[in-house]
């Protein structure tokens, strides 16, 4: 596949933007997917073509989120292989379902982690976390790899939720996005690796969004990490709405 100058320069600054946006709440697909299919590739190699620059980019990002103090790699290493299997297994499950099945259900759960958020004004906004009981832990365990296996399976707003499972048991919103990328960092690797065996990544294109990506990461989170909790709470917001607004569009395409 022969890439043009303007097609590189194209991937290059969507993958910076959409890196800087996916370092903190995730949702770079909304950018990347359609920067891809328009360099070219076909939806199946668009897809994981970006699962190889979301690699590089929220490997990036953790790294920042970790030399900020932001991320705990200790506590939140041992959930590392839910997100890894469960995001395997998602993506394994593609072959046998059609995801677009579920797609109703993810809207609907887009919409309640949005209007929670909205709610909730000072949720986040300083860590409430306190160690888990073995009876929440097993719940929340459950909770990463079903998200893991959303990932792999359909994938659009995976970070959101990460995000919002955090929050949920204490979490404030920069360790929440610190924590939440290196689960997706696992998620990533898991389906780039599968993609990679069935021979869908274009490497090139892939390399190319992926360094752009980046320093997009590095970007990204040092804005998030210098403006707290309050600037990544807006944030989280607007991706989540601009998932659902996304998706509503889609799904009514669809049946129309």
Do not use: C
């Amino acid at each position: 596949m022969h890439l043009e100058l303007d097609t590189i320069l194209l991937i290059i600054l969507f993958g910076f933007l959409a890196a800087f946006i996916d370092s903190v709440v995730g949702g770079g697909g909304l950018i990347t997917i359609p920067a891809l299919l328009f360099a070219g590739l076909n939806p199946a190699a668009a897809v994981a073509t970006n699962k190889l620059a979301g690699t590089l980019g929220s490997f990036t990002s953790t790294l920042m989120f970790y030399r900020s103090g932001n991320l705990e790699l200790k506590s939140v290493m041992k959930f590392f292989p839910l997100s890894f299997i469960g995001s395997l297994l998602g993506a394994w499950t593609v072959h046998v379902i059609d995801p677009a099945l579920f797609k109703p259900l993810m809207l609907v759960m887009l919409i309640a982690v949005a209007i929670y958020t909205i709610i909730k004004k000072d949720w986040g906004s300083v860590s409430t976390y306190e160690r888990l009981t073995p009876k929440r832990l097993l719940i929340f365990a459950a909770v990463l790899t079903l998200i893991g296996f959303y990932d792999g399976f359909l994938g659009p707003g995976t970070g959101s939720f990460l995000m919002f499972a955090f929050l949920f048991i204490g979490f404030d919103f920069l360790r929440a996005a610190g924590s939440a990328k290196l689960l997706n960092f696992g998620s990533n690797v898991s389906a780039l690796i599968l993609f990679m065996i069935l021979g869908q990544v274009h490497y090139a294109i892939g390399l190319i969004m992926g360094i752009s990506g980046i320093f997009g990461s590095i970007v990204g989170s040092r804005f998030a990490i210098k403006r707290g909790s309050g600037y990544v709470r807006i944030l989280f917001i607007v991706v989540t709405t601009v998932l659902i607004v996304k998706n509503v569009y889609d799904y009514i395409k669809e049946i129309m």
